[in-house]
């Protein structure tokens, strides 16, 4: 089970649900962090000194 899954489940939500008004399938459902979806695009988080999200 996916971390998505499982915060769902834990907040009463069942993840289909979830995933529905995602408009995505539960397979996409993922727990991957912000430091891997970057560096999946070439982006390495850890290099850069001051990363701001505005």
Not at 2 to 25: F, N, Q, W
Not at 34 to 41: D, I, M, P, W
Request: charged share 30%; glycine share 4%; proline share 2%.
């Amino acid at each position: 089970m996916h971390a998505v899954e499982y915060e769902a489940k834990a907040l009463g939500i069942d993840p289909e649900a979830m995933a529905e008004r995602l408009s995505l399938v539960r397979e996409d459902l993922t727990s991957e962090n912000t430091t891997k979806v970057f560096a999946r695009y070439g982006i390495d988080l850890y290099s850069i000194s001051e990363l701001r999200f505005i």
